[in-house]
């Protein structure tokens, strides 16, 4: 009975969303979404035409040499999630990832073996963008970037920070731009598993928008992020069944 009342309300609600002005359901966070979406556009073409067949392709290199890969170019980024920790008063995470860096830059060979983890020092990453947000600073208005996908002014823009940290900013350009390639490549063939998911979705754009912030507000709130109104009406809702 409960379940038959449930879709009764969803359909209520969905037949007066369809009379209400378009602009009063609008995203806050979404400010530029004709914009946004045209963008959307380009980059699902872009993807389709380049950066998937190019996925694919480093797909078929053995799987050791990939992970090698992976932990070289995350290796590169300890040093700028050291100092991330730091300016967030994580001292314990920041003398863990002092070790993950010392530990697998040697005994890893450049970071290539990631020999931290199996002893129990577990990645501690954070970026500049989070940061900035832990200091109370607004992230922005939601953005789509060409060819770099979904994001916040204070998350693309605290890479530039990170990346003036040592060793990256020694990097010449074709080992930087190796660095960046193999991070895209590796991360495109991770969200391949949840392709299907955005293809079988009414609003396949919405649906990576929603994806993003989520993700977004996990890093900020170490996988513990306040819950917003929304979320307390969705519980009194679902409380009174």
């Not at 501690?124 to 953005?143: D, H, Q, R």
Request: proline letters at 7%; hydrophobic letters at 40%.
């Amino acid at each position: 009975m409960k379940k038959y009342l449930l879709i009764v309300l969803a359909g209520l609600t969905l037949a007066g969303c369809a009379s209400t002005p378009e602009d009063e359901w609008a995203d806050p966070r979404d400010p530029f979404e004709d914009f946004n979406r045209d963008m959307w556009d380009f980059n699902e073409q872009l993807d389709e035409a380049i950066l998937w067949p190019a996925a694919k392709a480093y797909g078929e290199i053995p799987q050791p040499v990939r992970t090698g890969l992976r932990n070289v170019a995350d290796n590169l980024g300890e040093v700028s999630w050291f100092v991330n920790n730091l300016l967030q008063g994580k001292v314990m995470d920041a003398g863990s990832t002092f070790w993950r860096f010392s530990i697998n830059s040697t005994v890893g060979v450049l970071g290539i073996f990631d020999v931290a983890t199996p002893l129990g020092i577990e990645a501690k990453e954070e970026s500049f963008g989070e940061t900035l947000a832990s200091w109370g600073v607004t992230e922005g208005p939601y953005v789509m970037l060409p060819g770099l996908g979904p994001t916040v002014p204070i998350d693309r823009g605290g890479d530039v920070v990170d990346g003036m940290y040592f060793p990256i900013d020694n990097l010449n350009g074709p080992t930087s731009i190796a660095r960046l390639l193999v991070k895209a490549l590796d991360t495109r063939l991770r969200l391949q598993e949840q392709q299907a998911l955005m293809e079988n979705s009414l609003d396949p754009y919405g649906f990576v928008k929603e994806a993003y912030f989520q993700n977004w507000q996990h890093k900020v709130y170490d996988g513990n992020p306040p819950q917003t109104e929304a979320d307390e009406l969705d519980d009194d809702f679902y409380d009174q069944f």
